[in-house]
Each structure stands twice: as structure tokens, then as C-alpha cells.
């Protein structure tokens, strides 16, 4: 299955890289690509050059993983381009994982109407004026609705994939990657947030 991470101008590393280290310890089942929309190096705020392929939404499919970061604010308020072309993507996909405030640039869709999202930390009065049909859920980590997975931050991204990979493929897989990666993944009794 194909993940697609679609980058922008001031990504945030992490958020990328989060996710990426759970899809790439199963190179069988998931194949990695970075894309834009330009198809050009996009910088991530901290400093890496991330070389990607132009999006072509019609020619894409899989998973969408959307990171957050210091650039996304401008393209919520800025780039119609960019998120028509993220509506098209994500009405495609079979999933898509958010994180920290790429779920404000996917709200612009529409696709978000009435969805669970984690609430992420950020002007709450824009929430309230342009993404009011959404139900950001405070308190939680991350949250899934359909195929729709946030979570409040980049540190959550973990959590939040293997709550995929747990979803979509089984759960000891998910287990067995958060071991390889050292890390502490538990689960909620309310689910997985």
C-alpha cells in the first residue's frame, strides 16, 4: 500500500518522521513517497531538504499522511490551490493521518464535517469561525473517525500510526513495531486514544 506523505514549506520534521519509522519497519507492506504539489525540495523548519515528486491527486492512492508545522497556518489561509488539490487526495484515500494542526488544513476541505478530531493547540477563535462543523475533541492524544486519524502533536504521531497499523493490519504488528522502536505504546481501555 502506498503512504503518501504530502509536504509543504516549513513542515515540521517530526511530524513527519514520527510516522515514516512505523511505515518503514514494514517495507512489504507500505511504500513510501514524498510528494508536493510544486514537486520541488520542500524544507522542513528545522532545516532538511526533502526532494519530492509532483502530486498528481488523480494517480495517487493508500494512505495520506499530512505533518503539521509553522507552514501549514500559511497554506490554510493562503493556498486554494494546495488544498484543492488535498481535497482531491483525500477523497481518494483509504486513510488519512493528521498531525497537530494539518488537521485546521484539511477542515478547509470540508471533508472534516462532523468528524472526531484531537484538538490541537492553536487559535481557537479561528476554529470556532471556519472550522465550526468540526468536532474537535480536547484531552486526547489522538482520535480516529472512519478513515480519519488525528492526534494534538507531533509526539502523538506514534501513537496515532501504530493505532492505524493496529487497525488495518493487527494489532501485535503494531506491538511489534513499537518494540523495535523502543517505545512505550499503550493502549487506552476506551480504545486508542
Known sequence: MNVNFLLYDDFDLTSLTGPASVFGKLPGEFHLNYLSV?????????GLKVW?????????????VL???????????????????????????????????????????????HRNVACYSGDSNWKQMFTAAVNWIDDVGWAA???FYSCKNALMSLDMTLGLVADIIDTGVAE??????EYAWELDENGFY
Open 145 to 147: 473517525d472512519g478513515k
Open 38 to 46: 510544486s514537486g520541488d525540495i520542500m524544507n522542513s523548519t528545522q
Open 67 to 113: 505533518p503539521g508545522g509553522r507552514g501549514a497556518r500559511r497554506l490554510i489561509h493562503h493556498d486554494e490551490k494546495y488544498i484543492a488539490a488535498l481535497k482531491r487526495c483525500i477523497s481518494r484515500a483509504d486513510a488519512c493521518l493528521m498531525v497537530g494542526n494539518a488537521s485546521g488544513m484539511l477542515a478547509q476541505t470540508g471533508l472534516l464535517y
Open 176 to 181: 511489534r513495531i513499537a518494540a523495535e522502536l
Open 52 to 64: 519530492t515528486e509532483p502530486l498528481v491527486p488523480e494517480e495517487t492512492d493508500g494512505i495520506f
